[in-house]
């Protein structure tokens, strides 16, 4: 993604990524979501519009996120590392 976009907006992560994933800080998602280098936009989601990035944190670990748009940025209310099976299937040769 272009930093500057990325930069712009307001990125709120849910407390319950760090609870559920103590693996991974609020600054690591964030890092991974600047630096993110796969986005697309789940369709089917009851939380529509919601999207999926992938993104590498400051320590060199690809971090999956999901999320949905907020009025001054985006939400993350899930993400994980190493990517799940479900995610890397689906992304395999659809890279952006």
């Known amino acids: 993604m272009d930093d500057r976009w990325n930069t712009m907006l307001e990125l709120v992560?849910?407390?319950r990524?760090?609870?559920?994933h103590p693996q991974l800080s609020d600054e690591d998602v964030r890092v991974a979501w600047q630096n993110s280098?796969?986005?697309?936009?789940r369709?089917?989601?009851?939380?529509?519009p919601e999207y999926l990035w992938i993104g590498i944190d400051?320590?060199?670990?690809?971090i999956e996120m999901v999320g949905v748009p907020t009025a001054t940025g985006y939400l993350i209310y899930h993400a994980n590392t190493?990517?799940?099976?479900?995610?890397?299937?689906?992304?395999?040769?659809r890279r952006t």
Request: net charge positive.
């Open 13 to 15: 992560v849910h407390p």
């Open 17 to 20: 990524v760090s609870a559920r």
């Open 37 to 41: 280098f796969f986005q697309a936009l």
């Open 43 to 48: 369709t089917g989601s009851k939380n529509s």
């Open 58 to 62: 400051g320590k060199g670990r690809e």
């Open 82 to 93: 190493p990517l799940s099976k479900r995610v890397r299937d689906g992304v395999k040769g």
